[in-house]
């Protein structure tokens, strides 16, 4: 069973006195006294992003909230399969609510977090002082009627600085509160500007579900008509002239031999092209060694028919589920399709591999022209369409000039 570790609030509310003993004073302190210079910073280095220089802000805090969350915080932006920073992956931050909250939160982080500066200073040194001040006043030359002015002796004139020392202990567990407490209500109006709320990210992930198995379904239906097409106009109309071939030459076996002997051996050529052609078909729908052989067999398949030079390296033995191994071999296919058609490479390098125990790793890279746009094409959308069916992902990494790196990360146990 999965333990949920501890929070500030569900440990103050079982151990009201331990948690003064834990790490959480101290993480608390932490936290609102590292406010201050990250407003700095980002208000010195983030300008020349205009717009978008909420994101490293945004990042950056929710990372800071490890300190008093128990877990990683959420992102609220929806995942990209292109490369960060290109004019894609800004239109698609921009119309984002996120980005702009997060711009929102920057504008109002430097006057919070001074406040924030102020409340700390007071908090820490007003115990400090209490607790220091019998210590100083053993190295003051004063007289008996300087104590008259301390705090310790107005509450016990006979020892004054046993009154400061409690007072000071008193102060200070006190402070302790309050810093945890000051810190844990920031820590919440963080999280809720800058991580994603959890209805709101399913819903947005729901919507993205829902587009991606339109475009899916939209794909299959042209490769289906494809299919068809290509069925009706090759095919069928082959089959067609071998029948009429065959039936021209039985009436001309009795008159004309030779002549019903040359339409039979046309017919058989026909027949030849005819299966070479379904065969070419059904390759395009499941590849036979796919089936028989697996993986890593119909990779080195593919690169044998590449028009350009493919290295295929598969170090991974153990064959994935069907659906899984279909998915990763078709995306290979439309990845390597992409770079042989729009980069202009001289030699294309395959991978597959694990990221990690549970996640099967495709990388296919070349050394084309690069700029790879995910927008501007239906190919690697179809291939993140893919991937993201079965819970995977999709980095593509095209700077123009190249190289030009696709890697996809799907699910799959060990």
């Not at 996640?359 to 022209?369: A, E, H, M, Y």
């Not at 239906?378 to 190249?402: C, F, I, K, W, Y």
Request: hydrophobic letters at 45%; a neutral charge; charged letters at 20%.
């Amino acid at each position: 069973m999965k333990v949920e570790p501890p929070t500030f609030w569900s440990t103050v509310t079982a151990r009201p006195l331990a948690v003064l003993c834990t790490s959480w004073p101290w993480r608390a302190l932490l936290y609102l006294t590292t406010s201050l210079p990250v407003a700095v910073l980002w208000s010195l280095l983030c300008w020349p992003l205009l717009l978008l220089a909420g994101l490293p802000l945004g990042a950056l805090e929710r990372r800071r909230l490890t300190l008093l969350e128990p877990g990683p915080a959420p992102t609220p932006h929806l995942p990209f399969p292109g490369r960060t920073g290109s004019p894609a992956w800004v239109r698609v931050r921009l119309r984002e609510v996120a980005t702009w909250r997060e711009l929102a939160y920057g504008l109002m982080l430097l006057p919070l977090s001074v406040l924030e500066a102020v409340m700390v200073v007071l908090l820490v040194s007003l115990p400090l002082a209490l607790l220091a001040s019998p210590v100083l006043h053993l190295f003051e030359n004063t007289g008996p009627e300087e104590p008259a002015g301390q705090l310790g002796s107005r509450i016990l004139p006979a020892l004054p600085w046993a009154a400061d020392l409690v007072a000071g202990l008193v102060l200070l567990v006190v402070s302790a509160y309050l810093t945890m407490v000051l810190a844990a209500g920031r820590a919440r109006l963080t999280a809720l500007v800058l991580t994603g709320d959890r209805q709101e990210e399913l819903g947005a992930r729901l919507g993205e579900t829902v587009r991606s198995r339109a475009r899916l379904a939209d794909a299959f239906t042209a490769e289906r008509r494809r299919i068809e097409r290509d069925l009706h106009d090759g095919a069928q109309q082959r089959l067609t002239s071998v029948i009429m071939r065959l039936g021209m030459a039985r009436n001309l076996f009795d008159s004309d031999p030779d002549g019903g002997r040359a339409l039979v051996d046309q017919a058989y050529r026909d027949a030849k092209t005819t299966l070479t052609e379904l065969r070419d078909l059904v390759h395009g729908i499941h590849p036979a060694t796919l089936t028989e052989r697996g993986l890593a067999a119909a990779l080195e398949e593919m690169a044998d028919t590449c028009p350009v030079p493919l290295t295929v390296r598969v170090n991974h033995t153990r064959r994935p589920p069907e659906p899984i191994e279909s998915t990763v071999y078709f995306c290979a296919a439309e990845a390597v399709a992409n770079a042989v058609r729009h980069s202009g490479a001289d030699r294309i390098d395959l991978s597959l591999g694990r990221s990690e125990p549970d996640r099967l790793l495709l990388r296919v890279s070349d050394d084309g022209v690069g700029g790879a746009d995910p927008g501007a094409g239906s190919g690697l959308t179809g291939l993140a369409d893919r991937a993201e069916a079965l819970g995977g992902r999709v980095h593509l990494n095209s700077p123009p000039g190249g190289p030009t790196t696709v890697e996809v990360e799907i699910p799959c146990g060990s």
